[in-house]
């Protein structure tokens, strides 16, 4: 949905109106991203009121290049990175991804049957779920995601590799299912 | 070790990409702590163009004028540019008082004022009903001057909502900001109306 332009100018003088209509728009996206790289709901939502205060911060150095939700995503995706940095949910990141550490299964990974991607998630480190999260739901290149978390793009496609593998084991119990399906829809959805 | 399918783990990843989520917080949250950080301002909500006795009467007395000036000219009020040949009538810009009561105003206090923009304010809606229901069936309007003429007051507006972001307490922005609001509420009814219904 395209912004109003008016809006963007009277939240950017502090209309509370305005922010709301701004944020009203696009809470939805911008909170499910937060979500999705934070496995801890109330953790997600102090993330999500930095996030916002954020962009109601920087509105005044929006200049129009992109499309107001992809520069606003792009705060959120940097926040949230940075907010699990400082409380040590990813202390290391380029350590993270390159000792494998989030993708090698452990004991009770084992036994562990996922039944939503969502929850089979929880069962990644920080680092590999980001890597997931930014390719396969939210659209990112490796070289974007490379730039967000200080990796390089090949480390970033190794990660993710190991990382959908790992969620296919743990969702293995939805095979049965999926097997009665195979064929319809078959369609890779992911960017390259 | 068994694996879920590529096939349908990428529908999985398809549909949760695609499911909606509810926000994380409420909006009264995220307003409570921008209010803290001085990020919403008070001042800059609608309120305060209208917060002042003598903006009000200022506002009320252009909205009156102009609304009456759109009034004459969209009801087919004689004008010097009727065509003769195709009975169209062309809107003019005419800014003619109709009122006295626009000019020679002084007040002598606050009250007196805001008696006389009640008033005005009434004059204008008594004004308005009356032109819309007085509509001459014969006047030809036109859908796309009426666009036309909404579209160039979405502009104005536009132009002075910048300015009044550098000058928020200008009179004359705001007083053109105003009446041009007003200009395109009734332009916007006439847009809206049915044909034949278009006087005002």
Same mark, same amino acid.
């Given at each position: 949905?395209?912004?109003?332009?008016?809006?963007?100018?009277?939240?950017?003088? &502090?209309?509370?109106?305005?922010?709301?209509?701004?944020?009203?728009?696009?809470?939805?996206?911008? %909170?499910?991203?937060?979500?999705?790289?934070?496995? %801890?709901?109330?953790?997600?939502?102090?993330?999500?009121?930095?996030?916002?205060?954020?962009?109601?911060?920087?509105?005044?150095?929006?200049?129009?290049?992109?499309?107001?939700?992809?520069?606003?995503?792009?705060?959120?995706?940097?926040?949230?990175?940075?907010?699990?940095?400082?409380?040590?949910?990813?202390?290391?990141?380029?350590?993270?991804?390159? %000792?494998?550490? &989030?993708?090698?299964?452990?004991?009770?990974?084992?036994?562990?049957?996922?039944?939503?991607?969502?929850?089979?998630?929880?069962?990644?480190?920080?680092?590999?779920?980001?890597?997931?999260?930014?390719?396969?739901?939210?659209?990112?290149?490796?070289?974007?995601? *490379?730039?967000?978390?200080?990796?390089?793009? *090949? *480390?970033?496609?190794?990660?993710?590799?190991?990382?959908?593998?790992?969620?296919?084991?743990?969702?293995?119990?939805?095979?049965?299912?999926?097997?009665?399906?195979? &064929?319809?829809?078959?369609?890779?959805?992911?960017?390259? | 070790?068994?694996?879920?399918?590529?096939?349908?783990?990428?529908?999985?990843?398809?549909?949760?990409?695609?499911?909606?989520?509810?926000?994380?917080?409420? =909006?009264? $949250? @995220?307003?409570?702590?921008?209010?803290?950080?001085? #990020?919403?301002?008070?001042?800059?909500?609608?309120? =305060?163009?209208?917060?002042?006795? =003598?903006?009000?009467?200022?506002?009320?007395?252009?909205?009156?004028?102009?609304?009456?000036? @759109?009034?004459?000219?969209?009801?087919?009020?004689?004008?010097?540019?009727?065509?003769?040949?195709?009975?169209?009538?062309?809107?003019?810009?005419?800014?003619?008082?109709?009122?006295? $009561?626009?000019?020679?105003? $002084?007040?002598?206090?606050?009250?007196?004022?805001?008696?006389? #923009?009640?008033?005005?304010?009434?004059?204008?809606?008594?004004?308005?009903?009356?032109?819309?229901?007085?509509?001459?069936?014969?006047?030809?309007?036109?859908?796309?001057?009426?666009?036309?003429?909404?579209?160039?007051?979405?502009?104005?507006?536009?132009?002075?909502?910048?300015?009044?972001?550098?000058?928020?307490?200008?009179?004359? @922005?705001?007083?053109?900001?105003?009446? $041009?609001?007003?200009?395109?509420?009734?332009? /916007? /009814?006439?847009?809206?109306?049915?044909?034949?219904?278009?006087?005002?």
């Amino acid at each position: 949905m395209p912004i109003d332009q008016l809006d963007l100018k009277r939240a950017m003088a &502090g209309d509370e109106r305005a922010m709301q209509r701004l944020w009203s728009q696009h809470a939805s996206h911008i %909170d499910a991203v937060v979500r999705r790289l934070c496995d %801890d709901p109330e953790l997600a939502a102090d993330i999500s009121q930095e996030v916002w205060m954020q962009i109601f911060r920087a509105l005044p150095s929006y200049r129009g290049d992109s499309q107001f939700g992809t520069w606003a995503h792009r705060i959120a995706v940097n926040r949230t990175l940075n907010a699990l940095r400082k409380i040590r949910r990813i202390a290391k990141l380029e350590v993270d991804i390159e %000792d494998d550490s &989030g993708v090698t299964e452990n004991d009770s990974d084992r036994t562990f049957l996922a039944e939503s991607i969502e929850q089979a998630m929880t069962r990644l480190s920080p680092g590999a779920r980001a890597v997931f999260v930014l390719h396969d739901i939210e659209g990112y290149t490796h070289g974007e995601i *490379g730039e967000e978390l200080g990796i390089t793009p *090949g *480390g970033s496609k190794s990660q993710l590799f190991k990382a959908r593998a790992k969620l296919r084991k743990l969702l293995a119990n939805l095979r049965d299912e999926s097997t009665t399906v195979a &064929g319809k829809g078959k369609q890779h959805v992911a960017p390259v | 070790m068994s694996h879920l399918s590529e096939e349908k783990f990428d529908e999985l990843v398809a549909a949760e990409r695609a499911r909606e989520l509810e926000p994380l917080n409420d =909006w009264r $949250t @995220i307003a409570a702590r921008a209010r803290e950080e001085g #990020l919403i301002h008070e001042s800059s909500s609608r309120g =305060w163009v209208l917060g002042q006795p =003598w903006m009000q009467a200022a506002a009320a007395v252009l909205l009156l004028i102009g609304g009456i000036a @759109i009034g004459r000219t969209t009801i087919g009020l004689p004008s010097a540019t009727e065509s003769s040949a195709g009975n169209t009538t062309v809107p003019t810009a005419s800014t003619e008082p109709s009122s006295s $009561t626009a000019n020679n105003v $002084t007040f002598a206090s606050v009250d007196e004022a805001s008696a006389t #923009l009640r008033r005005a304010v009434s004059d204008y809606q008594r004004a308005a009903e009356f032109l819309a229901s007085n509509a001459s069936p014969g006047s030809r309007d036109s859908l796309s001057i009426y666009s036309a003429r909404a579209a160039a007051l979405d502009k104005i507006v536009n132009a002075t909502e910048s300015a009044l972001e550098s000058a928020p307490r200008d009179p004359v @922005i705001n007083q053109y900001y105003l009446a $041009t609001m007003g200009a395109r509420a009734a332009t /916007q /009814q006439l847009v809206a109306r049915p044909v034949g219904l278009r006087g005002f």
